[in-house]
């Protein structure tokens, strides 16, 4: 026992000095905030920053470092990094910036991609004041409607429903008035929710630590004994919530989010879904403006350093020195001729896997230890999208700023197995569930933007194996069988839609889908991907959390994103401060977390 007592006291000491190393430019030394201005409506002046289109001569000199991917863990990054100084290069793909925060517009309907809702952005919580100083202040964000979530289990025409509300008292309330008798279970169930995602930042304090140091705490136990958010790791999210009620509609209302991360409740590990109910626990937040508004005052940030956030540049490979060191890469503009950019330090938020599997030369991508970190993460489910344009605005056809969540039961894994079990023909009839929400209704602004206009959004998952045959056909030209397995999804999900919100029926005027192929060609996800590498219970281990880190196993190459730390754009953009970190030699989340101290000081002083 006194072994372990020792051992935790120099672990202490390690961890202090490790955490509060401060070598680097701080990027939190100066409150950026102004007031906000107005959300531009002029498609033109948004286009020449959302749209700024890669030529060699918009390439800056003298690069510090190069971002591979404009999601919200790229430009992350290179925000952080401008604002200590550095020149940053983003190159992106696709014709439009952002990643899965673009939007894209169908016969006159703008749709949202990946930004469907974010939790904890109140004024005084970390996560705003970092967005605010990325953006200077100019970034907006509308509160969602109170229930943020309704759960609808069942029938979708009148299934039963259940309201999960903001504010941790209203959202117990709510079940307990939901499940009388099961009072207890619902108050110890959110109090271990509270008591492990509340130590998610030992995910993060693991991957800081010198590796040495993370692997003994790992190996001995001693991680477990001090961490409950890794001690729960290795169990299921149905295996926890099964002890605290025998309630199988409790259970999977208590379950109902494992959509936000992409893995069913029997594969899931528990802290990862804890941190994703208690990060909406207080409420749900939408970018005013849309989704494209994150790009439109995050790339400014990024030029005002002398960097630039380019479209249409796809990197086709990692220059990679004999000391194997990444100097650069090799990047193609659409219709040039392939041209080297060097840099000293190459960032990657294109995945993990498109990064060691497409990017790297063969000789380096053979390595042990790029092998050893393919080898602990698999490819998450595939997503399928759709997207509903109707006629009239949020109050003509009464669409609530919430999201619904349907599943069509409560015994969750027998609707998994009929689902993947299923023929791909069969498929669309056992829909395993289906987020819907209406973009439209979450923007204030929207109805000034496209006046008479609202649309919804409807997400599910679907294998990517049922769409492989097609995978090296051309974009909108895979043929009829194509269309005729991705129509059928589609007809399902709307179906299902107008079940849930019959106030749209004779209102629709298009919709559109997205297969995992889409996915794949516009936002680059290997096999369709919603939320990168798998976020199942290997994933979550505290040995794959100790291996994966920002440094690479090739010197001057680094990871950010969805892939490094957790999903989603809370999880992206954290994972961003994590890899400015380790570049800049200095712990960014205890810069942040002085300076809203010091803002929340002279915002005190104010009120006096």
Not at 187 to 207: C, E, N, Q, T, Y
Not at 411 to 422: F, H, R, T, V
Not at 474 to 490: M, S, T
Not at 581 to 597: C, H, T
């Amino acid at each position: 026992m006194w072994l372990y007592v020792i051992a935790g006291v120099i672990l202490i000491f390690i961890i202090v000095k490790s955490w509060l190393g401060s070598r680097g430019p701080n990027p939190f030394a100066v409150d950026t905030r102004r007031p906000p201005g107005a959300v531009v409506f002029d498609k033109a002046m948004k286009r020449k920053v959302i749209k700024n289109v890669f030529s060699p001569e918009k390439v800056p000199d003298k690069l510090d470092a190069i971002v591979i991917g404009s999601g919200i863990g790229g430009q992350g990054v290179a925000a952080l990094l401008a604002r200590a100084g550095k020149r940053v290069l983003v190159l992106e793909q696709l014709g439009k910036l952002g990643g899965c925060c673009h939007t894209f517009n169908e016969k006159g309907y703008e749709f949202d991609v990946g930004i469907h809702y974010i939790g904890q952005l109140n004024e005084k919580s970390p996560s705003r004041i970092l967005v605010d100083q990325l953006t200077d202040g100019q970034l907006q964000w509308s509160l969602m409607d109170n229930p943020y979530d309704v759960v609808v289990l069942g029938d979708p025409n009148n299934g039963r429903r259940y309201n999960m509300k903001s504010g941790r008292k209203a959202y117990a309330d709510e079940l307990k008035k939901a499940f009388p008798g099961e009072e207890k279970a619902i108050d110890d169930f959110l109090h271990l929710v509270k008591k492990v995602a509340g130590r998610v930042s030992d995910m993060v304090i693991i991957k800081v630590l010198p590796l040495p140091i993370s692997r003994f705490l790992c190996s001995t136990g001693l991680l477990n004994w001090i961490s409950p958010f890794f001690r729960y790791a290795k169990r299921s999210v149905t295996e926890v919530v099964s002890e605290f009620t025998k309630n199988k509609e409790l259970q999977a209302v208590l379950s109902y989010i494992f959509g936000t991360y992409g893995v069913f409740p029997d594969k899931a590990s528990f802290p990862l879904h804890a941190v994703l109910i208690d990060h909406f626990m207080n409420g749900a937040w939408y970018p005013t403006g849309g989704a494209s508004e994150i790009t439109y005052h995050l790339a400014p940030t990024i030029a005002r350093a002398g960097g630039a956030v380019l479209s249409r540049a796809t990197v086709q490979q990692i220059l990679v020195n004999s000391d194997k060191r990444a100097c650069g890469v090799v990047v193609r503009g659409k219709g040039m001729d392939p041209m080297n950019i060097f840099a000293p330090i190459v960032i990657t938020d294109a995945g993990i896997f498109n990064t060691y599997e497409k990017l790297l030369p063969p000789e380096v991508k053979s390595m042990p230890e790029i092998q050893s970190q393919l080898g602990m993460l698999r490819h998450g489910a595939g997503g399928f999208s759709l997207f509903v344009g109707i006629k009239g605005s949020k109050e003509d056809l009464q669409l609530p700023a919430s999201n619904y969540i349907y599943i069509p039961g409560n015994d969750l894994q027998k609707i998994e197995k009929n689902y993947s079990s299923a023929s791909v023909d069969d498929a669309p009839q056992h829909l395993p569930m289906l987020y819907v929400s209406s973009p439209s209704a979450k923007d204030p602004t929207h109805e000034e933007r496209c006046p008479g206009k609202s649309t919804l959004t409807a997400l599910t998952f679907t294998p990517y194996e049922w769409f492989e045959e097609w995978k090296n056909n051309k974009v909108q030209k895979r043929g009829q069988d194509y269309e005729g397995v991705k129509n059928a999804f589609a007809e399902s999900m709307l179906e299902t839609v107008i079940q849930l919100f019959p106030q749209i029926k004779d209102k629709i005027d298009c919709y559109t889908s997205g297969s995992p192929l889409t996915n794949q060609h516009y936002l680059g996800s290997p096999r369709g991907e919603f939320y990168g590498a798998d976020h199942d219970m290997v994933r979550m281990s505290p040995e794959t959390a100790i291996a994966i880190r920002p440094q690479t196993p090739i010197k001057g190459l680094y990871l950010t994103g969805q892939d490094l730390l957790l999903c989603g754009f809370a999880g992206a953009l954290n994972a961003a401060v994590l890899c400015a970190s380790e570049i800049l030699g200095r712990n960014l989340f205890i810069d942040l977390m002085r300076l809203r101290r010091q803002i929340l000081q002279n915002k005190a002083k104010k009120t006096e």
